[in-house]
């Protein structure tokens, strides 16, 4: 049997969702916590990597097992809960169809960037604090020019092993946050640190550096060089993933 299993974490003591030798990283919590609980080697795969320091409100991993008949959906979540790490809470468990994929049947992702205003030290690890103001309205006008399907080669890690660079973005602008604003982006896909390097140079634009139109020519230049430097892992966060019909049961 195949099971979902929904997820929030707090990346900051993590390498990123995905395992590498040697070091810590989300997935082998949960593979090491899973295989404990379920007295058995089990591996999850999830929606997507997160890199080092990224958090998620909403991540979702599955995994095959054959559960014993003295062993619930709500003891496994609860035995999960106690199993792991406090920086890492499951969310919610439900059997899926065999064919289901955590990352190939997922339709959209979304991400939220956040950012203050004035200094928090209780958020230093979940917002980046930016000391001057923001032309917000700029920074909105130039991410309406990501809506749409693109090559996102410009705000793409140098050699990031993807088959190619275009994802379609459906919805991508700042809105009023608490102590500042977020940045909300949602897609198809995303090639590898999109989101950071999208931030990074929206706030130049925000701070004078750029116009909201040289943005949309990065954009359509397809040229690394050209954008901005990454915003930091600490305000990034894997929001919501969204999958095709059937996949995900309604909450009871």
């Known amino acids: 049997m195949r099971y979902f299993l929904h997820l929030a974490y707090d990346g900051t003591s993590y390498c990123g969702w995905q395992i590498q030798p040697g070091m810590p ?9 899973l295989s404990q609980v379920l007295r058995h080697p089990t591996y999850c795969l999830g929606s997507g990597r997160t890199d080092s320091g990224v958090h998620a409100s909403h991540q979702v991993a599955h995994f095959d097992a054959e559960l014993p008949d003295t062993l619930s959906l709500d003891q ?16 919610r468990l ?23 205003t004035q200094p928090d030290p209780f958020r230093r690890d979940h917002a980046l604090y930016v000391d001057r103001p923001l032309d917000v309205a700029a920074m909105n006008e130039a ?12 705000f793409s ?22 102590g500042g604003w977020r940045f909300h982006i949602r897609a198809n896909r995303f090639v590898r640190g999109m989101v ?24 359509w230049a397809q040229k690394r060089v050209d ?16 999958y095709e019909e059937g996949v995900v049961p309604e909450p009871e």
Not at 25 to 33: F, K
């Open 157 to 178: 890690k140098v050699k990031g092993g993807e088959n190619h660079y275009v994802c379609y973005c459906t919805a991508a602008g700042w809105h009023p946050a608490p």
């Open 227 to 242: 954008a901005g430097n990454a915003a930091p892992a600490c305000g990034l966060f894997l929001s919501r993933v969204e």
């Open 94 to 116: 439900h059997p899926v169809p065999a064919g289901a994929h955590a990352r190939f049947s997922a339709e959209e992702r979304n991400y939220d960037y956040f950012v203050v």
């Open 196 to 219: 950071r390097l999208v931030v990074g140079t929206l706030l130049d634009v925000g701070r004078g550096k750029l116009t909201p139109r040289q943005f949309q020519e990065l954009l």
């Open 76 to 91: 496994l979540l609860y035995r999960l809960r106690r199993a792991l790490p406090p920086d890492i809470a499951p969310l």
């Open 25 to 33: 990283t989300v997935q082998a919590e949960l593979d090491r916590c």
């Open 143 to 154: 991410a309406g020019y990501l809506v749409g399907q693109f090559d996102f080669t410009t």
